[in-house]
């Protein structure tokens, strides 16, 4: 039931820990150029802050040098491919910016049950149940401005993260939903109802954070 | 009638392609597609996501100020051998730490010296204290009493080394004792030692990722008496390969050569004789037998149905030839798995699966999500999944573990935290206890009539206001059990500098010479000896719990200059056979002027009422600078 184990007596330099199998430096260096500007926006977007996001950044890659070190998959020559690459790193950064985000206590919330501006409540419904009328008018605004890329990024910071994490994986990164799920660990029905979820509390939040000019009297 | 279509199917169209892709939900989906061909505002509101989309891409597209890290900074950064492609002059650059969780708020402006090794070289030269190879990464620390060495780091990461290496401080103080990334719990345990015949465990489970600027300290140790044991010493700024373990014998240390694979975040030992070491390496749940000659990494059989070998989160030895594991690992059909607890005994030769009845194998509530199999990495332990936080046993065989688990609302929140405690009883596994609002983190059996338990309480209060604010109290609780019942002990409160401690480690040789330690949120700024006022240190002579006082650890200020502070920390014990209690820690020097920063791994040995300076070992000539631990008493 045991194997023996090779030994690394003192001093030993990484070369001499590299087996055949290990990630050559130019792999691993090719995947940090190639990642490292997608990893940072997707944690960028879900800590909301840049600095932090570098942070992370660089601690998924170390904990990829690490896994390389290791002889983990698939941080090895033989095995896994580049995309398996990325839904590691990917998963990596997200359990860590998760993580983060609880243990600093920095997630903050709009009262969810009203999502939308007061003002524009008017036939007494609220949040998913706002009239048709009062969504609409906030979706012209919306669509006006939701290119204000600070707007949104700080909308954004108030999705749970898990929510931000979904929207981002997919619509951001590029990934299936299927790969985002599994990057999240999560079942599809869940990745499914995450995204739904996420894209209407942003837009909600975002409507309530900059209230349309005359939100209350809009036309359809 | 079609407007409530509209909000019928809304929910849906907000995921269309996914629901699509994912096959789910196909009827709904057919009929929201029907009602979509001829509802122009449902069109429209398709449109828009998909604009909402393309506007989310825009706004984190990465800006020419985007710093770019490469491999070169990033493995010089982490200390790995890797020259860097060019060498940058020095800049002067400002970093902000935020960190809410620790100084409540506020920010902590550091300003950093970014340079070559080359710089850091002659700096440290021009004081007489250099030790550093040319061109070998600088190490966090300096010989005392060096206060002028600026601190100089090359490569991207470094610029933020300055403050991150502050956060690291803050972390420790903060009692964080695994490695102190800022990413939080996620699995594994945290460092403990153990001695021949008595029983040291480790409590709370922060172990983490690593940490890219993390100094030098004692990552594990494990002592058979007042001369004799071992020590880990790691750096996390450099990759896995440092770490160093040091056998310790009458005040001198020898390097041992470890596996190829070692690579640890934290690690518990267990020390069986100088020719018989177990190590636990709490990161990668890999197990390791030291023999005297060379090194076993232990296997863990797979159970049925199982997706991969589980490995152990949390595990113990109580003699050479028997030991407790648990781990986790996920079972059933893709699709359709469940997570489960598996729970191994060492016999001697073999790691088996114990028998664990269907409550005690459930490593996640029912109607958790369930997991999507992927087969590149270990799975985190995270939400909705049962933490297995220590184990303990009694030579006799009544072993003991301790978990909890968070159940998190829809919003991410933790809304639940329920403790878990584990109870070996006629050859089988079962859950002993189920405790509201309690998270456990650490047990340690002295015997079959006493053991303890560490942990906390968590009680929660929404206070309306503008909006919602949800207050959290959270009280350490310390639990006894007589041999009947687990009943909460009393235990000396903290003080006020002590306020949201957390016990982090529990340690005896003897039913009657137990410790426990804890660290606190609180920050100290101070300029004189003094005793690491953020460390939490009691002891039980067999009849009750009082403070112990810590060890005078000297300030280095010798200039008396206000902007310098020294921090003290503790957080690693190892209790002997012979009575003896070992304490780790280090102290920290911030300040003086130039954003310097330094740390000094200390180790301590309580006997006979009295803290005795033990030296650390020498780190290799690898990295540079030696490991000069040593701080004079005050």
């Keep these: 039931m045991r194997e023996r184990m090779p030994e690394r007596g003192a001093g030993a330099s990484a070369e001499a820990e590299e087996g055949e199998a290990m990630l050559s430096l130019a792999a691993f260096t090719a995947t940090v150029e190639r990642l490292q500007r997608p990893l940072s926006a997707f944690l960028r977007g879900m800590v909301g802050d840049g600095e932090q996001a570098l942070d992370l950044t660089q601690d998924a890659f170390h904990d990829a040098w690490r896994a390389t070190q290791r002889g983990d998959a698939p941080w090895t020559a033989a095995g896994g491919d580049d995309e398996a690459r990325r839904r590691w790193l990917f998963h990596t950064a997200y359990w860590r910016a998760v993580s983060q985000l609880r243990r600093r206590k920095i997630i903050h919330w709009l009262p969810l049950e009203r999502p939308w501006p007061a003002q524009g409540a008017r036939d007494g419904q609220s949040g998913d149940g706002a009239s048709e009328a009062e969504r609409v008018d906030g979706a012209a605004a919306f669509e006006e401005r939701v290119v204000e890329g600070e707007a949104l990024r700080a909308a954004l910071a108030k999705l749970a993260p898990e929510d931000a994490a979904a929207l981002l994986l997919r619509a951001v990164e590029g990934f299936s939903a299927a790969e985002a799920a599994a990057i999240m660990r999560i079942s599809p029905a869940a990745m499914a109802q995450r995204i739904s979820r996420a894209r209407r509390r942003l837009r909600a939040i975002y409507l309530a954070q900059n209230p349309p000019e005359g939100a209350a009297g809009g036309k359809e | ?634």
Excluded at chain 2, 73 to 78: C, N, R, S, T
Excluded at chain 2, 194 to 204: D, G, L, M, S, V
Excluded at chain 2, 258 to 287: E, H, R
Excluded at chain 2, 603 to 626: C, D, E, I, K, M
């Design chain 2, 1 to 634: 009638m079609r407007e409530d279509l509209c909000r019928l199917y809304e929910p849906g169209l907000a995921a269309l392609e996914e629901l699509e892709e994912l096959a789910l939900d196909t009827e709904e989906v057919a009929a929201a597609q029907a009602h979509l061909t001829g509802c122009s505002r449902c069109q429209a509101r398709r449109r828009m996501w998909t604009r909402l989309d393309g506007a989310l891409r825009d706004a984190l597209a990465p800006t020419a100020a985007t710093p770019t890290l490469t491999t070169a900074d990033l493995l010089m950064a982490i200390g790995a051998d890797h020259e860097p492609s060019e060498r940058r002059a020095p800049m002067l650059s400002v970093i902000t730490v935020r960190d809410e969780d620790f100084m409540d708020g506020d920010e902590t402006r550091v300003t950093t010296e970014v340079g070559t090794g080359e710089a850091a070289n002659e700096t440290n030269g021009a004081n007489g204290a250099s030790q550093t190879k040319a061109g070998a990464p600088e190490r966090h620390f300096a010989p005392l009493p060096s206060l002028a060495t600026a601190r100089r780091q090359p490569g991207w990461r470094r610029a933020l080394m300055g403050g991150a290496a502050v956060a690291a401080v803050v972390a420790l103080m903060a009692g964080i004792t695994g490695v102190m990334s800022l990413t939080g719990r996620l699995s594994g345990t945290r460092s403990a030692s153990h001695a021949k015949a008595t029983a040291a465990a480790a409590t709370q489970t922060a172990q983490v990722g690593p940490f890219v600027s993390q100094p030098p300290r004692v990552a594990g140790m494990a002592f058979d008496s007042s001369t004799d044991g071992w020590v880990v010493m790691e750096e996390m700024s450099g990759n896995s390969s440092n770490s160093w373990l040091y056998h310790y014998a009458n005040g001198k240390y020898t390097q041992t050569a470890t596996p190829a694979s070692w690579g640890l975040y934290d690690a518990q030992l267990w020390s069986f004789a100088p020719d018989n070491l177990w190590v636990f390496a709490g990161a990668g749940g890999s197990v390791y037998h030291y023999d005297g000659h060379g090194w076993t990494q232990q296997t863990f059989p797979a159970p049925r149905d199982a997706e991969s070998p589980s490995t152990p989160s949390v595990m113990t030895m109580v003699s050479p030839t028997q030991g407790w594991a648990v781990g986790n690992t996920f079972v059933g059909p893709v699709g359709a798995q469940t997570l489960i607890q598996v729970f191994y005994h060492y016999d001697g030769s073999t790691w088996r699966i114990d028998p664990a009845d269907s409550q005690a194998s459930k490593g996640a509530p029912s109607g958790s999500p369930t997991p999507t199999p992927q087969g590149d990495q270990a799975i985190y332990s995270g939400n909705d999944q049962i933490q297995l936080t220590a184990i303990s046993a009694t030579p006799g065989g009544d072993v003991w573990a301790t978990g909890y688990l968070q159940i998190q609302d829809e919003n991410g929140n933790i809304s639940s935290t329920t403790g878990y405690l584990y109870h070996r009883a006629n050859g089988v596994w079962r859950v002993a206890q189920v405790m509201r609002n309690t998270e456990l983190d650490g047990i340690l059996m002295t015997g079959a009539n006493s053991g303890w338990i560490t942990g906390r309480t968590i009680t929660s209060k929404k206070v309306i206001t503008t909006v919602p604010i949800t207050t959290t109290r959270v009280t350490p609780i310390v639990l006894s059990w007589d041999g009947a019942r687990w009943s909460q002990a009393a235990i000396p409160q903290p003080d006020q500098t002590q306020s949201g401690m957390t016990f982090t480690q529990i340690a005896a040789d003897s039913p009657s010479n137990v410790w426990i330690i804890g660290s606190s949120n609180g920050m100290t700024v101070n300029t004189g000896p003094y005793a690491g006022d953020n460390t939490y240190l009691i002891h039980f002579d067999g009849a009750r719990w009082s403070h112990v006082s810590l060890p005078q650890v000297a300030a280095i200020n010798p200039s008396h200059d206000i902007s310098i502070t020294n921090q003290v920390a503790f957080n690693n014990l190892a209790a002997a056979p012979s009575g003896d209690l070992w304490l780790a820690g280090g102290l920290s020097v911030n300040g003086g002027g130039s954003g310097n920063y330094q740390w000094y791994p200390l180790l301590y040995r309580y006997s006979g009422g009295q803290w005795v300076n033990v030296q650390l070992p020498a780190l290799p000539a690898s990295g540079g600078a030696p490991a000069s631990g040593s701080q004079p008493a005050g």
